[in-house]
């Protein structure tokens, strides 16, 4: 099992990321995958979800400004993220949006967002 979520770091309000999450193929094959975050002593959230057969899903409080994509051919999701705000702040993850808290998560990737 693998999820493998990357491109996190430290931006200023306004910038952008990238984020990539590669997983395993049992994990991402013909399912519905997400992109969740969860920010220091909240419970983790869904903001962005993708079809197997592309058609995405968002978060009323990311619409507009983050797109999420798959590449079915390298089991990857990805997340950019434009116009980031301090309150994106979070250790962003990724897997099927059917996932539960008891599944693997992998380990995340943080993303800071200064004002």
């Known amino acids: 099992v693998q999820l493998q979520a990357s491109g996190g770091g430290l931006v200023q309000a306004g910038g952008s990321l990238r984020l990539s999450c590669a997983a395993s193929g049992s994990i991402f094959t013909r399912n519905v995958m997400g992109w969740f975050r969860q920010a220091p002593g909240k419970q983790r959230e869904l903001v962005a979800a993708?079809?197997?057969?592309?058609?995405?899903n968002y978060a009323n409080s990311v619409k507009g400004r983050f797109t999420i994509s798959r590449d079915n051919a390298k089991n990857t999701v990805y997340l950019q993220m434009n116009n980031l705000k301090p309150e994106d702040t979070a250790v962003y993850f990724c897997n099927r949006v059917s996932s539960n808290v008891d599944d693997y998560w992998g380990q995340g990737t943080l993303v800071t967002v200064s004002s």
């Open positions: 993708i079809s197997s057969g592309g058609r995405p």
